[in-house]
């Protein structure tokens, strides 16, 4: 362990010392020569959010954006015309130049339409693809229905099933896709689908950047376009979904239990375990327990969250086991912090106990060293002015890694890395920065863990709500530039048993896991609470 008290006194007293170069310009010189990417807009104006894409591409490293100007179809409908011009990110600029470009005997290593030509068009199409190496890119909705057209993604969103939009190579394979929360309100919730184009983006081109083959995550097949029928069938579905998620954070509470699995952590990966959890302690009328994390090398103590409904506050607790693994001490951890706390992630360094709690209202996220007689004595801070939630550490190939999820960017569908060669740092932020944009399996739930020399990630699947179900993630890239996961199975609570309505943290604990359990309930003192307060808690679960 590094800290400020055991630096090189060289270093403390200003006289320059031998430094690694940074990871991150140790990856970049994996880069080939410089890339060329073609960007294809409309050729009489574009739209905000095709330059903000432009913009975004021309500020990578290593990156040579070659605007080109097509014919596109009017794609105007009297239906979509309102909407559009309250939009910020469909406001329009004319172009420059109104002159129609061809490739030529030009060359790229990829083809970017942020305009919308038709693939079905003809030779438009064949000269582009046949100008790249690597094909033509589209951002496209599940029912292929392009960014730059009407009413993209609508089905998705006004079925309630959130946001989500693809990369699709030469309108065949799906190289990447962002999926986020939103809200079935359409016209409220549309605008952040074109923010996002980036984030879709920058991975794929990364890869290409440090010449990966770049990844196919599936074949392309788009959805059938819904008859009127089943279009206002599937808006009244979203709108009660909503409706029932408001109903459930006014009137009723979210009640968290800890538990405890007689097996290791990499069992999850493969055997349902949701009916071997054995609770511990009984549900409190005035707070509940989650987010446990086990002391290594200790079977019966653990810190967790305990949140109280009457102020609406999370704390860190210290609980002691007996042999039956029955509660027999629990009290407040000894930090004391005028704000709310939860996720206490533990982890052993240089043979003493570290903890990094959730300390999102403070926008700061802070390393504390736990002494054996159980004080919590600050270390350094990792990331100051990020809302950071359930910050969890791991190693991999010789550097440190926080993952996280920044309630800046949104309560549960990002994920967001930053990496140290230290432990007190310095830490800096991803390239990618958010390297994941999916409400189905970013936000982090737990202790990453080896397993058959493979990393695991385990993540919140919020996809019916906050805490519904956890996604074990298997890690194949993490570099400083690049990123990529894969989803190899989804936990969810055992409908059957005292609580079906959601798992949202599992811990390795030695030979056992941890995990925590979720039933709504009708709590009066949180109830009374919310009155008081003239206000309602948000169904989004941000800083739990």
């Given at each position: 362990?590094?800290?400020?008290?055991?630096?090189?006194?060289?270093?403390?007293?200003?006289?320059?010392?031998?430094?690694?170069?940074?990871?991150?310009?140790?990856?970049?010189?994996?880069?080939?020569?410089?890339?060329?990417?073609?960007?294809?807009?409309?050729?009489?104006?574009?739209?905000?959010?095709?330059?903000?894409?432009?913009?975004?591409?021309?500020?990578?490293?290593?990156?040579?954006?070659?605007?080109?100007?097509?014919?596109?179809?009017?794609?105007?409908?009297?239906?979509?015309?309102?909407?559009?011009?309250?939009?910020?990110?469909?406001?329009?600029?004319?172009?420059?130049?109104?002159?129609?470009?061809?490739?030529?005997?030009?060359?790229?290593?990829?083809?970017?339409?942020?305009?919308?030509?038709?693939?079905?068009?003809?030779?438009?199409?064949?000269?582009?693809?046949?100008?790249?190496?690597?094909?033509?890119?589209?951002?496209?909705?599940?029912?292929?229905?392009?960014?730059?057209?009407?009413?993209?993604?609508?089905?998705?969103?006004?079925?309630?099933?959130?946001?989500?939009?693809?990369?699709?190579?030469?309108?065949?394979?799906?190289?990447?896709?962002?999926?986020?929360?939103?809200?079935?309100?359409?016209?409220?919730?549309?605008?952040?689908?074109?923010?996002?184009?980036?984030?879709?983006?920058?991975?794929?081109?990364?890869?290409?950047?440090?010449?990966?083959?770049?990844?196919?995550?599936?074949?392309?097949?788009?959805?059938?376009?819904?008859?009127?029928?089943?279009?206002?069938?599937?808006?009244?579905?979203?709108?009660?979904?909503?409706?029932?998620?408001?109903?459930?954070?006014?009137?009723?509470?979210?009640?968290?239990?800890?538990?405890?699995?007689?097996?290791?952590?990499?069992?999850?990966?493969?055997?349902?375990?949701?009916?071997?959890?054995?609770?511990?302690?009984?549900?409190?009328?005035?707070?509940?327990?989650?987010?446990?994390?086990?002391?290594?090398?200790?079977?019966?103590?653990l810190y967790c969250e305990v949140y109280d409904y009457r102020d609406g506050l999370g704390?860190?607790?210290?609980?002691?086991?007996?042999?039956?693994?029955?509660?027999?001490?629990?009290?407040?951890?000894?930090?004391?912090?005028?704000?709310?706390?939860?996720?206490?992630?533990?982890?052993?360094?240089?043979?003493?106990?570290?903890?990094?709690?959730?300390?999102?209202?403070?926008?700061?996220?802070?390393?504390?060293?736990?002494?054996?007689?159980?004080?919590?004595?600050?270390?350094?801070?990792?990331?100051?002015?990020?809302?950071?939630?359930?910050?969890?550490?791991?190693?991999?190939?010789?550097?440190?890694?926080?993952?996280?999820?920044?309630?800046?960017?949104?309560?549960?569908?990002?994920?967001?890395?930053?990496?140290?060669?230290?432990?007190?740092?310095?830490?800096?932020?991803?390239?990618?920065?958010?390297?994941?944009?999916?409400?189905?399996?970013?936000?982090?739930?737990?202790?990453?863990?080896?397993?058959?020399?493979?990393?695991?990630?385990?993540?919140?699947?919020?996809?019916?709500?906050?805490?519904?179900?956890?996604?074990?993630?298997?890690?194949?890239?993490?570099?400083?530039?690049?990123?990529?996961?894969?989803?190899?199975?989804?936990?969810?609570?055992?409908?059957?048993?005292?609580?079906?309505?959601?798992?949202?943290?599992?811990?390795?604990?030695?030979?056992?896991?941890?995990?925590?359990?979720?039933?709504?309930?009708?709590?009066?003192?949180?109830?009374?609470?919310?009155?008081?307060?003239?206000?309602?808690?948000?169904?989004?679960?941000?800083?739990?």
């Amino acid at each position: 362990m590094i800290d400020s008290e055991s630096r090189p006194a060289s270093e403390s007293a200003g006289r320059p010392v031998n430094r690694r170069p940074d990871p991150l310009e140790a990856d970049s010189a994996q880069a080939a020569a410089r890339l060329r990417i073609a960007v294809l807009l409309p050729a009489d104006r574009h739209r905000a959010w095709q330059k903000l894409a432009r913009a975004a591409l021309g500020s990578i490293p290593g990156v040579q954006v070659d605007v080109r100007r097509v014919r596109v179809a009017d794609c105007y409908r009297p239906d979509w015309s309102r909407l559009e011009r309250a939009t910020a990110m469909l406001a329009e600029t004319p172009a420059p130049s109104a002159d129609l470009q061809s490739p030529g005997d030009s060359c790229w290593d990829a083809v970017i339409d942020l305009a919308g030509i038709d693939s079905a068009a003809g030779d438009q199409w064949q000269a582009w693809r046949a100008a790249s190496r690597h094909g033509v890119w589209q951002p496209l909705d599940a029912q292929g229905i392009h960014l730059a057209a009407a009413w993209p993604c609508h089905a998705a969103i006004s079925a309630g099933l959130g946001g989500e939009l693809l990369l699709v190579r030469d309108g065949a394979s799906v190289l990447d896709a962002v999926r986020f929360f939103a809200d079935p309100d359409y016209p409220r919730s549309f605008e952040r689908i074109y923010g996002e184009v980036a984030t879709l983006l920058r991975g794929a081109v990364q890869e290409l950047i440090v010449g990966a083959a770049l990844p196919t995550t599936a074949a392309f097949a788009p959805q059938p376009a819904p008859t009127p029928l089943r279009r206002a069938v599937r808006g009244l579905r979203g709108r009660a979904l909503a409706w029932r998620r408001r109903l459930v954070a006014r009137w009723l509470s979210e009640s968290w239990m800890i538990g405890v699995i007689d097996a290791p952590i990499h069992e999850l990966i493969q055997t349902p375990l949701a009916s071997k959890i054995r609770w511990l302690g009984r549900r409190g009328s005035t707070h509940y327990r989650a987010d446990p994390f086990g002391i290594p090398g200790d079977r019966h103590r653990l810190y967790c969250e305990v949140y109280d409904y009457r102020d609406g506050l999370g704390r860190i607790e210290a609980i002691e086991l007996d042999r039956g693994d029955r509660i027999v001490r629990a009290g407040p951890a000894r930090l004391q912090l005028p704000m709310h706390l939860s996720y206490p992630y533990l982890f052993e360094h240089d043979g003493g106990l570290y903890a990094i709690p959730e300390t999102s209202a403070n926008r700061r996220c802070e390393l504390y060293r736990i002494e054996a007689d159980g004080e919590w004595r600050p270390v350094a801070v990792l990331l100051d002015g990020v809302a950071a939630a359930d910050a969890s550490l791991f190693r991999h190939e010789g550097l440190f890694w926080l993952a996280y999820t920044d309630l800046g960017l949104g309560a549960f569908d990002n994920l967001c890395l930053s990496y140290a060669e230290d432990l007190s740092g310095p830490w800096h932020p991803h390239a990618l920065h958010p390297v994941k944009l999916d409400h189905c399996s970013s936000r982090p739930a737990g202790t990453p863990f080896l397993h058959q020399g493979a990393l695991y990630r385990p993540a919140q699947d919020c996809s019916a709500g906050y805490g519904a179900a956890i996604a074990i993630n298997r890690i194949e890239v993490c570099t400083p530039r690049r990123y990529r996961e894969q989803v190899v199975r989804r936990c969810r609570p055992d409908p059957r048993g005292p609580n079906p309505h959601g798992l949202h943290t599992v811990s390795s604990w030695g030979e056992r896991t941890l995990v925590d359990g979720k039933r709504y309930v009708f709590n009066l003192h949180e109830l009374g609470r919310k009155l008081r307060c003239r206000g309602w808690r948000s169904p989004d679960g941000a800083g739990e």
